[in-house]
């Protein structure tokens, strides 16, 4: 199958699966295109005996579509883009500090104590993980996914502070998620934690974060001056510039070696605070419809994506299923039970200057949701590297069935549970919680 074939392919799934969604299912979208392509990838997959060229063709496709570079090089990109493009930056500036030591602290206190209970609670199930595997299982899954909470909260009845505060921190966090990540899994290549150094942590953190933030001002200020030049006149060009911006931020990024999707985040909200309040008419109607359309069509793609590749990996998952029902639950407790300490942690310090109303961090812990990007990093740990395969095989199988079991429970149970949540409290509390804010001197 050729790649146009492929993307041929999913477009048509995406139509199809929408559409049985709206008018059946009537779920969330993020949740209706995950639930109907895992189901299409089971029926393939638990079909084999009926279905074995069918099988042979679909795992033959994923094998070859490397899901985790298209998802950080393309698609993230595009996501992130769209998402700041419609995020409120004013008030995204009133709760920086909030949102910056959630992104940072919160995600750094999640990781270390996700690969510690991991790594003490699996071997009650009979299942042994090195440690350093098991911090890296907590680098990956830790990370709130902006895709995923971004396409809830567009939809949940929540106070303007907390909606920015998740947002924000979703959409910064993975920046720092994917710096420890790739710290980590270097250590595991030089033989364990013994080889911390925490000033190269601190570099490749700065080159990687700041480099980031730079480069998606430097590019959001170059685009926006041409959108000014243009000034509505060629709504076509308009587009192209930002589809330039994004595209060729996306590039400059990888080869400079800095965030890519952090850039994204600074130029979609450089254009979106300057177009909506500075200058009304730096960028026409047509842009953001045109990126609502992507924002759209690409969130169908990918949780189709996600469904779709268990198909990939059905096989090495297979020889160990029993194994899995077991350390699935395990990490959905402990995954939950860090990330509340992860975020409770943080706003019981910031509490001391500042005021949060008493169920943020119920709301923070179960609004978490995780998702494409936590699978693309267990993907690519599938995919060999110039020194070969840096995990071991069994180990690699165990963190991808957890992640994948941590990802459906999030964005089906807790994504179709969250609203309800958010309707408790904006009922209850919300409303004060807003007006203590503002009035709060």
């Not at 400059?252 to 450089?270: D, F």
């Not at 998702?371 to 095989?393: D, M, Q, R």
Request: with cysteine; aromatic share 10%.
């Amino acid at each position: 199958m050729q790649v146009l074939d492929f993307i041929t392919l999913l477009i048509i799934l995406a139509a199809i699966f929408t559409l049985v969604n709206v008018k059946y299912l009537k779920l969330p979208s993020t949740i209706g295109l995950m639930i109907l392509a895992l189901g299409l990838s089971l029926f393939i997959v638990f079909g084999e005996a009926l279905f074995s060229a069918l099988k042979h063709l679909s795992t033959d496709m994923m094998t070859r579509f490397k899901f985790s570079e298209v998802l950080f090089q393309v698609m993230l990109s595009f996501l992130l883009f769209a998402g700041a493009l419609d995020m409120n930056v004013k008030k995204m500036g009133e709760e920086k500090w909030p949102i910056l030591i959630l992104a940072t602290l919160g995600t750094l206190i999640s990781t270390f104590l996700v690969g510690t209970g991991i790594f003490y609670a699996l071997p009650i199930v009979d299942i042994h993980v090195d440690y350093i595997y098991c911090l890296l299982f907590g680098a990956l899954i830790s990370p709130t996914d902006p895709i995923a909470v971004l396409a809830m909260i567009k939809k949940t009845p929540v106070s303007k502070n907390l909606e920015s505060q998740i947002a924000g921190e979703s959409l910064f966090n993975d920046g720092v998620g994917v710096v420890v990540f790739i710290t980590i899994l270097s250590l595991a290549e030089q033989g364990g934690a013994g080889h911390l150094e925490p000033g190269h942590i601190a570099i490749e953190f700065g080159k990687e974060v700041l480099g980031g933030l730079a480069l998606g001002a430097i590019i959001g200020i170059i685009g926006l001056y041409l959108l000014k030049v243009i000034d509505n006149t060629h709504t076509e060009i308009e587009v192209l510039v930002t589809l330039s911006m994004v595209l060729g931020g996306a590039s400059v990024a990888k080869y400079i070696g800095v965030s890519g999707p952090l850039a994204m985040v600074v130029m979609g909200l450089w254009v979106g605070r300057e177009g909506r309040e500075k200058d009304a008419d730096a960028a026409g109607e047509y842009v953001y419809k045109f990126w609502h359309l992507m924002d759209e069509a690409m969130n169908a793609i990918l949780f189709i994506l996600i469904g779709l590749q268990i198909i990939r990996i059905a096989d090495e998952l297979a020889s160990q299923s029993m194994v899995f029902l077991f350390a699935i639950p395990v990490a959905i407790v402990i995954v939950l039970i860090s990330r509340f300490v992860g975020v409770g942690l943080p706003v019981s310090i910031m509490r001391i200057k500042r005021h949060f109303p008493s169920y943020t961090v119920r709301i923070l812990t179960w609004s978490g949701l995780r998702g494409g990007i936590s699978v693309a990093l267990a993907l690519s740990l599938y995919e060999p590297t110039e020194k070969g395969f840096l995990v071991p095989n069994n180990d690699v199988n165990i963190i991808t069935a957890m992640t994948y079991g941590v990802v459906l429970f999030s964005i089906v149970i807790q994504g179709l549970t969250v609203n309800k949540l958010f309707e408790k409290y904006d009922e209850t509390n919300a409303d004060k919680a807003v007006v203590v804010e503002k009035t709060k001197p």
